[in-house]
């Protein structure tokens, strides 16, 4: 039951939730430690910082 104490979700925070729900377990973990924290928001914190950079291959000269 929703009340007046539990507002709606940002635009961001459906994103991030989104973004978390469809990260695997390991995924998961992996975020986290980037973070440093145990907290999901943390992560998607991280994950917003570094935009592009951790979604593109990585080459190995």
Same mark, same amino acid.
């Given at each position: &039951?929703?009340?007046?104490?539990?507002?709606?979700?940002?635009?961001?925070?459906?994103?991030? &939730?989104?973004?978390?729900?469809?990260?695997?377990?390991?995924?998961? +973990? *992996?975020?986290? *430690?980037?973070?440093?924290?145990?907290?999901? +928001?943390? *992560?998607? *914190?991280?994950?917003?910082?570094?935009?592009?950079?951790?979604?593109?291959?990585?080459?190995?000269?």
């Amino acid at each position: &039951m929703k009340n007046q104490h539990d507002p709606e979700p940002t635009p961001d925070e459906t994103a991030g &939730m989104a973004w978390w729900n469809s990260l695997t377990e390991a995924d998961r +973990a *992996a975020w986290l *430690a980037r973070a440093g924290s145990a907290v999901p +928001a943390d *992560a998607w *914190a991280v994950y917003k910082r570094l935009g592009n950079v951790e979604r593109q291959p990585r080459t190995v000269n």
